[in-house]
């Protein structure tokens, strides 16, 4: 008896041990994966000042709003008290923004690459949707970001406990290292002309990626934030095949759909989208009936 319950000892205590190495094997390739530093040969863009292009770049300001706050002032971004805290950055030049600090190369670098100027790699910044931008657009946005109006508010210290560091390791929330999986030397892509078009719909999903939630195939998909519920399916198989190119943006604007779901704005960012112009959504409408109809992902 006594011997059994010493083998049982050692056996636990074993496994304590090989849980605790793996643990600690898994958090340190995190860490050596957000401190890599990477060495970008940042593209040479002019960015004009001149009233065209920041009128123009600004129609991308609800891309950045639903993290970064309706001021770009930054936010907590996240908040779970299990998971952690994580706030996203004032991109102003007030009181603890970076708009000071930004020089023209490290906008592109951050927006187009996902590493901060220090070189270290931007973490959940979705750097790898935005790379999809043509560079007239980019250079818009950048002239936009730097006469964005100045707010004061510091960035808040980031909390990530031992255990999320292991999920992200794991990949629990996706891709979040944008600068690991980019093709740096990629060209830039080049825009359809804008308009109520499905190909210039096309170009919008890939700047929102609506698949990172709603899948790959736009049939269902899980969000990598682990407390939303599932993206529906949103080709021509799920509600969106019954509704006209009005009623999708009606849905956008108030978060209502046709069947009478209220959608829920913390894990559908329809307050940002749908803040987009008529025919961005019209295209957007046209690019999702474009798709094959697809049955609904069976997903848990
Ligand atoms: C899904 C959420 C999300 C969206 C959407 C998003 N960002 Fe970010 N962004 C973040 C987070 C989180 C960080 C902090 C990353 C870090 O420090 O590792 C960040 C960092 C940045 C940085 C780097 C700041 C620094 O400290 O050097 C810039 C610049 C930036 N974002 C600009 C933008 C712009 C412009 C847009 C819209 C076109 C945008 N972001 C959209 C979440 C987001
Ligand atoms: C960050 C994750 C996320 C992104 C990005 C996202 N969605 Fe969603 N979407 C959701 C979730 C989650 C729901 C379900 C919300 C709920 O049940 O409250 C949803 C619901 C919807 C619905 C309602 C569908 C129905 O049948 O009721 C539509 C339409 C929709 N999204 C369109 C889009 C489009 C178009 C894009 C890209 C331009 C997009 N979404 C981007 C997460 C996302």
Redesign the pocket.
Same mark, same amino acid.
């Given at each position: 008896m006594k011997k059994a319950l010493k083998w049982i000892g050692i056996i636990l205590g074993s496994l304590i041990v090989i849980v605790f190495i793996v643990a600690y094997v898994l958090i340190s390739r995190w860490d050596s994966r957000?401190e890599k530093k990477y060495d970008i040969a940042v593209e040479k863009l002019t960015i004009p000042g001149d009233s065209m292009n920041i009128a123009r770049g600004k129609r991308?300001?609800p891309?950045?709003?639903?993290?970064?706050g309706e001021a770009?002032q930054g936010k907590v971004?996240?908040d779970d008290p299990k998971i952690g805290t994580?706030?996203?950055?004032n *991109?102003t030049a007030g009181n603890g923004g970076?708009g000071n @600090?930004?020089k023209d190369e490290?906008?592109i670098r951050?927006?187009r690459h996902g590493v901060?100027?220090?070189g270290?790699?931007?973490?959940?910044?979705?750097?790898k949707?935005?790379h999809h931008?043509s560079k007239e657009d980019l250079v818009d946005?950048?002239a936009y *970001?730097k006469k964005i109006p100045p707010v004061d508010n510091i @960035?808040g210290q980031?909390r990530i406990p031992a255990f999320t560091k292991i999920l992200m390791q794991l990949g629990a929330f996706g891709e979040i290292i944008s600068a690991e999986i980019l093709d740096h030397k990629a060209e830039f892509q080049i825009a359809p002309a804008d308009g109520p078009t499905a190909e210039y719909g096309k170009y919008l999903v890939q700047?929102v990626n609506c698949q990172e939630c709603h899948g790959k195939e736009y049939n269902g998909g899980k969000s990598p934030d682990p407390n939303s519920p599932l993206g529906p399916n949103i080709t021509a198989g799920g509600n969106i095949g019954k509704w006209s190119s009005e009623q999708f943006m009606k849905t956008l604007r108030t978060g209502t759909t046709p069947e009478g779901k209220v959608l829920n704005d913390t894990f559908m960012?329809w307050k940002h989208i749908g803040q987009m112009p008529d025919d961005y959504l019209t295209g957007i409408h046209a690019y999702l009936h474009s798709l094959p109809k697809k049955e609904t992902a069976k997903l848990n």
């Open positions: 957000t991308w300001l891309l950045c709003q639903s993290c970064h770009l971004f996240f994580i706030y996203s950055p *991109l970076i @600090k930004y490290d906008w951050s927006l901060n100027p220090e270290r790699p931007l973490v959940i910044m979705p750097s949707d935005f931008f946005l950048i *970001l @960035k980031n700047l960012p």
